[in-house]
Antibody, heavy 117, light 108 residues
Framework: QVQLVESGGGVVQPGMSLRLSCVAS????????MHWVRQDPGKGLEWVAV????????YYADSVKGRFTISRDNSNNTLYLQMDSLRTEDTAVYYC??????????WGQGTLVAVSS | IELTQSPGTLSLSPGERATLSCRAS???????LAWYQQKPGQAPRLLIY???SRATGIPDRFSGSGSGTDFTLTISRLEPEDFAVYYC??????????FGQGTKVEIK
């Protein structure tokens, strides 16, 4: 069955960096575009970034553009999110999700990022 | 495109019918509207895509409808496991993907 397992979350101070990972299994990872979606604790969902199946095309939410970088390693079935210059408003649970163009059909369990001084 | 869900909270009893609304700030292609269910401590789960198509394994008590700016998720008879938060989501043909703020269905 499809599995997406995120890791790398933690508590960091404003201005610091963090890299999240998402290991995929149960499907042909190299054929799927992948997303990061985040959720403020107790609040709603916000799309963060998407990366094409081959890693050549990416898009970011305006709130993270220039600070976050999405990448992938298809040989290891892993998606990454490099988060630099973190702000308190980046505090959230971060999910990786599989793309079906107009919606997300599979989600990981999420990893919590807390940015606090 | 902004999505506004109503009501914010729906208090119902098991066995009752739930009707959740999702209104878009401008017209949404029906193919690009999806619904998710989220329970506490869990990731969202896809319920409905293309406004009315049930995802794999979703019971037929869940149905989606609508077009243009008004979409509806209906749960015909609430089961105990259906009490959760529900989100609509749209894709406008280019990024970003956006979500509504959610409707909580709670036990009355």
């Amino acid at each position: 069955q499809v599995q997406l397992v995120e890791s790398g979350g933690g508590v960091v101070q404003p201005g610091m960096s963090l890299r999240l990972s998402c290991v995929a299994s149960g499907f042909t990872f190299r054929n799927s575009a992948m997303h990061w979606v985040r959720q403020d604790p107790g609040k709603g969902l916000e799309w963060v970034a998407v990366l094409s199946y081959d890693g050549k095309n990416n898009y970011y939410a305006d709130s993270v553009k220039g600070r976050f970088t999405i990448s992938r390693d298809n040989s290891n079935n892993t998606l990454y999110l490099q988060m630099d210059s973190l702000r308190t408003e980046d505090t959230a649970v971060y999910y990786c999700a599989r793309d079906q163009v107009t919606y997300f059909d599979q989600w990981g369990q999420g990893t919590l990022v807390a940015v606090s001084s | 495109i902004e999505l506004t869900q109503s009501p914010g909270t729906l208090s119902l009893s098991p066995g009752e019918r739930a009707t959740l609304s999702c209104r878009a700030s401008q017209s949404v292609t029906s193919t690009f509207l999806a619904w998710y269910q989220q329970k506490p401590g869990q990731a969202p789960r896809l319920l409905i895509y293309a406004a009315s198509s049930r995802a794999t394994g979703i019971p037929d008590r869940f149905s989606g409808s609508g077009s243009g700016t008004d979409f509806t998720l209906t749960i015909s008879r609430l089961e105990p496991e259906d009490f959760a938060v529900y989100y609509c989501q749209q894709y406008g043909g280019s990024p970003p993907w956006t979500f509504g703020q959610g409707t909580k269905v709670e036990i009355k």
